[in-house]
C-alpha cells in the first residue's frame, strides 16, 4: 500500500530546476558571503585558507549567506508558482507538541553511528571526514558556539527540510509513487551530503549516514503531511553532532 502522498495541490507543478535553482543560490551566496568576509578580515589571510575554512568564516559569513540565498529562491518559486505561503506550498510547520521529535533525532544519529562503526573502521576512517565538522570541532569561543548550535542545529534543519521535503519530495510525488519519491529523496540528500567531505571512505560513510536519514526524514513527512517533525528530527540529529565535536571530537568519525 503507498504512503499517503505528500503532492502539493496539482496547480502547483514543481520543476526539478526549482530545486536545483535553491542550491545554485545557496553556492552563490554563499561565495558572495565569503569574498566579504575576507574583504573585512574575517577568518585570517587568504593564504591560511588552504589549511581549512575557519569556524568564524564559515559560522559567521558563509553558512548565514548560504541560508539567507537559499530561502530566497525558496520564496522566489513560492511566489512564482505556488500559493507564496511556506506552509501550503512546502507543508512548514513548527509545532511544538512534536518537540519530542528532538530525541528521535538524537536517538537516529546514535544509532546510525553505531551501525556503521563496523564499516567505518574497515574503510580506515579515523577522523571528521567534513569540513564543516572539522571547522565545528576547532570552534572555542562562547559566542562562535551559540552561534554554530543556532545555525546548525535550527536554522539548518528549517532549510534543509523546506528544500529536500518540502519543495523535492513533492515534486517528485507528482510525478512517482510515495516510496520511489522517499527513496530518491533520501538519495539526493545523501548526494549533497557528501560535498565537502574528504577521503573516498569518508565520503562513503557520510553518503550512507544521510541517506538513512533522509528515508526516515522524509517517511516521517510524508505520514504526517507537514514538515514540523522532520524539522525537529533533523534538529536533534545535528544538535548531539554538534555537542560531540564540542566536548568528546574524539568520538566523532
Avoid at 561565495?31 to 559560522?59: H, K, R, S, Y
Avoid at 574497515?122 to 559566542?143: F, K, N, R, Y
Avoid at 522532520?230 to 566536548?247: D, P, S
Wanted: charged share 10%; aromatic share 12%.
Amino acid at each position: 500500500m503507498n504512503l499517503p502522498p505528500l503532492s502539493a495541490p496539482p496547480s502547483y507543478r514543481w520543476r526539478f530546476s526549482d530545486f536545483v535553482l535553491v542550491w545554485l543560490a545557496a553556492f552563490v551566496a554563499s561565495l558572495a558571503g565569503t569574498a566579504i568576509g575576507l574583504a573585512i578580515g574575517v577568518g585570517g589571510p587568504i593564504d591560511e585558507l588552504v589549511l581549512g575554512v575557519t569556524p568564524e568564516l564559515l559560522f559567521w559569513v558563509a553558512l548565514p549567506a548560504q541560508f539567507f540565498g537559499m530561502l530566497l529562491a525558496l520564496a522566489w518559486v513560492s511566489q512564482k508558482r505556488g500559493s507564496g505561503s511556506f506552509s501550503t506550498d512546502f507543508g512548514f510547520s513548527i509545532r511544538w507538541q512534536d518537540s519530542g521529535y528532538l530525541f528521535l533525532g538524537m536517538l537516529l544519529l546514535l544509532a546510525l553511528a553505531y551501525a556503521l562503526l563496523p564499516l567505518a573502521n574497515l574503510l580506515g576512517v579515523d577522523e571528521t571526514p567534513q569540513l564543516t565538522t572539522e571547522a565545528i570541532s576547532g570552534a572555542t569561543d562562547v559566542a562562535t558556539r551559540i552561534l554554530i548550535v543556532l545555525g546548525v542545529a535550527v536554522v539548518t534543519p528549517i532549510v534543509e527540510e523546506l528544500t529536500f521535503r518540502g519543495l523535492l519530495l513533492r515534486y517528485l510525488e507528482e510525478r512517482l509513487t510515495a516510496r520511489r519519491a522517499l527513496v530518491i529523496s533520501a538519495g539526493l540528500f545523501g548526494a549533497f551530503h557528501v560535498i565537502g567531505t574528504t577521503g573516498t571512505a569518508g565520503s562513503v560513510i557520510a553518503l550512507l549516514q544521510t541517506f538513512l536519514a533522509g528515508l526516515v526524514l522524509a517517511y516521517v513527512t510524508q505520514k504526517s503531511g507537514k514538515l514540523s517533525r522532520a524539522i525537529f528530527i533533523h534538529g536533534g540529529f545535528n544538535l548531539i553532532t554538534i555537542l560531540v565535536l564540542f566536548f568528546v571530537p574524539d568520538l566523532a568519525v
